[in-house]
């Protein structure tokens, strides 16, 4: 029986490449994110070129309960699910006061809030197995605090520490954890989050989303706690123990400014 991968964000960027990657690798899918139409066509794209299952469930995550639906709907189809990839996310790019609010609320919804609840479904189920793995996307944003996008930068350090929390307390269970922190990445962020006044995607050469979801699916399938990919990522993760906090901040502001 083939194992099963769920997928958040899908329908694009990172999510798009990862389950490219999973089911190129034998994994039926669940493939979930807004776009119903844009899932449909990657249901008939991996179908076609792998011997595979995909099953299309559409859902905005920023709705407060969307965790709890999708796995609701896992458990009414009898989808047991081996592999919880929680990639779903968005970024915004503006002083704090000054942005829109929604927007930021829907950012904690999708960035924190729905990740936590699919974790807190899928990771009991995953226990009883005694077997499953919880891949999180996390960012070179979990470093330092982000003026410009303190939210968002605020998310992926949450991300991060959580899931480094949870991968203690699963040692043993034949659960792991992993999160990836990539750095800059050409998957569309920089124009979801508008920012065209940004010099991230400049002053480090981007990734492929190509390369960062395979190295986070291979990290993912060696248990790996934290994955750093990319050489600004590794940088800033040395500067972020070396030099004061200060520093790094200043250093975002430059970058965001």
Known sequence: MKKIALITGASSGLGLEFAKIYA?????????ARSEGKLYQLKAELENAYNIEVIVFAKDLSERDAGHEVFDYCLENNIEVDVLVNNAGFGDFANFIESDWERQYDMVQVNIVALMQLTRCFAPQMVKRESGKILNLSSIAAFCAGPKMSVYYASKEYVRSFS???????????VTVTALCPGPTSTG???AAEMKNSKMFTFFKPATAKEVAEAGFIACEKGKTLKYYGMPTKLMNIGARLAPRSVGRKFAMKING
């Open 24 to 32: 190129k690798n034998g994994y039926n899918l669940v493939i979930v």
């Open 164 to 174: 480094e929390a949870l991968s203690e307390e699963l040692k043993g269970t034949g």
């Open 189 to 191: 962020f920089e124009q």
